[in-house]
């Protein structure tokens, strides 16, 4: 199907897959196997082994590329097989600008595994255009940000990072897993990649492990391709079919998100018990204009600051809607405490210079009825 021309709900239901040519099947089939038989020495009908190609796979390829307005899509096992391949473009000796409010597990990849190997990182507030710039080096290759970030709702203006980026030789990549393809496509801004973590709203029920890369690049494609055959980290056909089944409703999902993170967002904002608010909907977030001329959505992820440990205690132990759970993204809403869970892995002063205190509390709203997650919230505040 045409994208240029197509619009986004359609692109989610439609782009990548076609009946298939066998039984007329409407929905793309879980080709699960691990080889292909060729008929002859020398001729194959296009897949030789399933590490390097699967159909499956391909299409999820092709639907989340068209989501991002992107040439091509590289799926992998996680999204932190996703990032691993990206720095795997680069050699010992090079230098990336990473920004400092990125996953806990992409920290702990560069600071733990590629500073070992010879990769050298410099961690910014990628909020920051300066920073950005007085971190780069004439060895720098890549400058790598989340946009918002996790779990501090930061913003990075894409365009400027793009302009400050290729201005040295350096190329952009984006971490676009908060926001999704529905509320923001940093390929527009001039981005050279972005990445996923599928299992999130991409996927949306929380039912698989993923990640995908997105590019523009003949060039970076087939590069990138290559590290994904050669290092193998790639995600099996059924969890290529759950997540090629989530993108089908993307649109519709995240309208929700949009919707009940407003409404959850502007309601902690008014209960004193709630020292602080982090969603970049909200007027009162610093980059709040930033946010509405970037994105078009704002998502179902929420910060806020209970002011002790104790008290985040109570939040996340008394809510019965909301589950107590890492990953974020699924229909259900989930609810949980950065510093112990997802950014355990980062040092205690990092995680103090960042703002991930141990009063901070990191939501996942959902698309249930937003009356009864309010409720829900309610309830445990009272406990405090």
């Known amino acids: 199907m045409d994208k240029r021309t197509s619009r986004f709900g359609t692109l989610a239901i439609h782009a990548g897959q076609l009946p298939d040519v066998t039984t007329g099947a409407i929905m793309t089939p879980v080709y699960q196997t691990s080889t292909y038989v060729q008929p002859e020495l020398g001729r194959h009908l296009g897949y030789e082994y399933a590490r390097t190609q699967n159909p499956t796979r391909e299409a999820l390829e092709a639907n989340v590329a068209a989501l991002e307005a992107g040439a091509s899509g590289i799926a992998f096992a996680s999204g932190m097989a996703a990032l691993d391949n990206v720095t795997k473009l680069f050699s010992a000796g ?225 809510v019965r809607l909301f589950s107590l759970a890492e990953s974020l993204g699924g229909v259900e809403s989930l609810i949980g405490h950065p510093a112990t869970m997802t950014h355990a892995s980062v040092p205690p002063e990092r995680r103090a210079r960042l703002g991930i205190t141990d009063g901070l509390v990191r939501l996942s709203v959902g698309v249930e009825d937003v009356e009864d997650l309010l409720e829900d919230l309610d309830r445990a505040l009272r406990t405090i």
């Open 94 to 318: 090079d230098h990336i600008v990473c920004g400092e409010g990125v996953y806990g597990g992409s920290y702990r990849l560069f600071d733990r595994v590629y500073s070992r190997l010879g990769l050298s990182f410099t961690f910014v507030d990628s909020s920051d255009p300066e920073a950005i710039s007085a971190a780069i080096t004439p060895r720098t290759k890549l400058v790598h940000v989340e946009t918002p970030t996790n779990p501090m709702m930061r913003l990075t203006d894409l365009r400027e990072a793009v302009e400050i980026a290729h201005s040295r030789g350096a190329l952009l990549s984006v971490d676009n897993t908060f926001a999704s393809p529905y509320n923001q496509r940093p390929l527009e801004s001039g981005a050279d990649i972005v990445l996923h973590s599928t299992t999130k709203y991409l996927n949306g029920h929380s039912d698989m492990i993923g990640g995908l890369v997105v590019l523009n690049d003949p060039e970076l494609h087939d590069r990138l391709r290559f590290l994904q055959n050669a290092a193998g980290g790639v995600p099996g056909p059924w969890d290529c079919w759950l997540a090629l089944r989530g993108t089908k409703t993307l649109h519709l999902r995240m309208k929700a998100h949009n919707e009940n993170g407003m409404r959850v967002a502007h309601w902690l904002e008014s209960q004193s018990a709630v020292e602080r608010v982090y969603y970049p909907g909200l007027t009162s977030h610093p980059q709040h204009e930033l946010a509405a001329r970037q994105m078009t959505g704002f998502g179902g992820m929420i910060s806020i600051e209970m002011g002790s440990l104790e008290r985040a205690r109570r939040v996340v132990e008394n």
